[in-house]
């Protein structure tokens, strides 16, 4: 059914624990992702056998179960011990295009980076995450993928009693920033291999370059800077950009607070635990830097050893290093901002246009989604920013048909709002997926106007607001 290979349980025990899910009392289907399963080459299955296979009961020939050990960064404190309390990777894959992804549990059961927890998860995140993760994708942002979802027919105690439920998640990888931390703290032998490991995974061509580990950390940072520029575009506040959320391959992971913006606020939080708004919309890239230094930090022994340099000057030069970065995620989020007005070829100067149309969409309040889809009328009812706009556009001397051409692609007609996957999630809750299934199912096209679909486009009524978002596994 699956072909399994595992190259990350090669690596020596220290890096991971072996340990089987907790097997499921009565699973049930509740989705199951057919295009990325073919992708993948997974083999057809009745929905019964699905159902064990993603919940842990049943265990495929070749799959090697284990939880990764991690530790990170969490609202700017160091945890030294985090890991795997609640996932399982069965194995990888190597998909049709020859790509190589892992498969993992998520709810799957203890393992020994628990801490106490259940390791179990309740409906309400995996319906979520198999929303979320799904849209940005076909949104064009890199991201963990959605394959299945399956009811546990087990409940899970939180402050009341809810249905259990595993999600099956699809990665590129799964090494995290807190990776890099967790095996630096204890050797650079162990530091080595990880960063060794994670070159062969995701930049094989630096093997026997010079200075490869410099260049694999340049990339890393790049990926990371280029994703969060494409969340600034959507209006996407992850909520929980701890380092151990913080993917080295460039991909959104771990959607637990998750949110898309209705109205426009740049210091806009959703996550109930981010009292401080350490991780709100307009600091996201601020946080991405910081969390590539965490990262700088963790090689920073690799780092020194290539360099041939001392201690002092090494340092230095990773400080000179982070300027040209904060300079690429400028440039990274012009560009994301500036094809939402159809602009090409941007310039810094693009920024007055940029940041005048989001000081009216804070001051008046308005849907940051719509207004941006709105634009491609061409049109505003704001005469300066529209003049300003105007003259920019015939500047660059595209005709409007390929200007609004470009704006449509960048300014989705369609995003997952809160109000929706609460509704979904409720529904769920009821034994009702239908509603769930059929946002999944509107999402994969978010850039193309269908008025079937036109009441998702449609702003939350003030009963229907999501103030705030729950990790809540």
Known sequence: MINFENTYSKLPDRFFERVLPTAAVAPTLMAFNE??????????????????????????????????????????????SLGDGRAHLLGEVVSKS?????????????????????GLSWLGPVVREYIVSEAMHHLGVPTTRALCAVRTGAPVFREDELPGAIFTRVAKGHLRVGTFEYFSARSEEDLKTLADYAINRHDPDLNGQDHKYHKFFERVVKRKLSLVAKWMGLGFIHGVMNT??????????????????????????????????????????????WNMSVLANALFPLLLKESREGTEKAALRLQDDFKLYEKFYQNEYLKAMASKFGISSPVESDLKIINMFLDV?????????????????????????????????????????????????????????????????????????????????????????????????????????????????
Request: proline share 4%.
């Open 361 to 473: 969409l804070e001051s008046d309040q308005l849907d940051f989604t719509n207004s941006f889809r709105g634009l491609n009328t061409l049109d505003h009812q704001n005469e300066e920013f529209k003049r300003l706009w105007r003259e920019r556009l015939d500047e660059q001397g595209h005709s409007d048909e390929d200007v609004v051409k470009r704006m449509n692609n960048s300014n989705p007609y369609l995003i997952p709002r809160n109000h929706q996957v609460a509704k979904a999630i409720e529904e769920s809750l009821e034994g009702n997926d239908d509603y769930f299934l059929s946002l999944v199912k509107a999402y994969k096209n978010p850039f193309v106007e269908d008025e079937k679909l036109k009441h998702l486009t449609l702003e939350p009524a003030p009963s229907e607001l999501v103030h705030q978002t729950f990790c809540g596994t």
């Open 244 to 289: 151990d959320n913080t993917s080295i391959a460039g991909i959104t992971i771990d959607y637990g607070p998750c949110a898309f913006m209705d109205k426009f606020n740049r210091n806009k939080v959703f996550s109930s635990i981010d009292r401080h708004g350490r991780y709100s919309y307009s600091n996201q890239g601020a946080i991405a830097l």
């Open 35 to 80: 295009e990325l399963a073919e992708e993948l080459g997974i083999e057809h299955a009745p929905a019964g056998k699905l159902a064990k296979v993603f919940s842990g009961e049943e265990i495929l020939d070749g799959s090697e179960p284990l939880a990764m050990a991690y530790c990170g960064h969490q609202f700017g404190h160091f945890n030294p």
């Open 98 to 118: 020859n790509e190589r992804y892992d498969i993992q549990l998520k709810g799957s059961g203890r393992t020994k980076f628990s801490r106490g927890g259940d």
